[in-house]
T-cell receptor, first 115, second 114 residues
Framework: GENVEQHPSTLSVQEGDSAVIKCTYS??????FPWYKQELGKGPQLIID?????GEKKDQRIAVTLNKTAKHFSLHITETQPEDSAVYFC??????????????FGQGTELSVKP | GAVVSQHPSWVICKSGTSVKIECRSL??????MFWYRQFPKQSLMLMAT?????????EQGVEKDKFLINHASLTLSTLTVTSAHPEDSSFYIC??????????FGDGTRLSIL
């Protein structure tokens, strides 16, 4: 069935360093790839997303890259800050133009940014 | 931005009782709402998808008579855990989606059954 693999499961970086989280998806029909940040006791918050017709998208310190051929996508956080510490989830979905679809989530990455 | 409100945020109840959780989209119309369950240090597990005005679609292994979902309006969906038992204790999260917009999540409900 559909599957999304996410690595690493934990990541510890020094403040100011970059963090990279990688995901691989199995369903070649997936065309929408969001990333969510979940803080303790809260629901996931969308931080960035990318569609399959785009190879890269950037929003300030956060960027996402997509390799459709390899079915890989990655989250890059530059100049990390302690408040970036959280669990990050990638997800993949088939979305029709006018309609959303169900998300298949990765296993999550617990990011710790040490001051 | 899109806001999804989930209530209650935390509930403790005795075994055998039923618990209702509400999920509201506050500033957009949610044609589709999703209900997830999350165990500690694990990913989100989709339980069911509900479209306004129609019956929910449950994922394999999720008992529809145990987890009743109602999506009566474009801004409200409810999940009722019937005859709850300790194994139903978990973090339940809803999300709402309107048209081609991203899914936006509520802040979850921590359910503890004694």
């Amino acid at each position: 069935g559909e599957n999304v693999e996410q690595h690493p499961s934990t990541l510890s970086v020094q403040e100011g360093d970059s963090a990279v989280i990688k995901c691989t998806y199995s369903d070649s029909a997936s065309n929408y790839f969001p990333w969510y940040k979940q803080e303790l006791g809260k629901g996931p918050q969308l931080i960035i997303d990318i569609r399959s017709n785009v190879g890269e998208k950037k929003d300030q310190r956060i960027a996402v890259t997509l390799n459709k051929t390899a079915k890989h996508f990655s989250l890059h956080i530059t100049e990390t800050q302690p408040e970036d510490s959280a669990v990050y989830f990638c997800a993949a979905s088939r979305r029709d133009y006018n309609q959303g679809g169900k998300l298949i989530f990765g296993q999550g990455t617990e990011l710790s940014v040490k001051p | 931005g899109a806001v999804v409100s989930q209530h209650p945020s935390w509930v403790i109840c005795k075994s055998g009782t039923s618990v209702k959780i509400e999920c509201r989209s506050l500033d957009f119309q949610a044609t589709t709402m999703f209900w997830y369950r999350q165990f500690p240090k694990q990913s989100l597990m989709l339980m069911a998808t509900s479209n306004e005005g129609s019956k929910a679609t449950y994922e394999q292994g999720v008992e529809k008579d145990k987890f009743l979902i109602n999506h009566a309006s474009l801004t409200l969906s409810t999940l009722t855990v019937t005859s709850a038992h300790p194994e139903d204790s978990s973090f339940y999260i809803c999300s709402a989606q309107g048209g081609n917009q991203p899914q936006h999540f509520g802040d979850g409900t921590r359910l503890s059954i004694l």
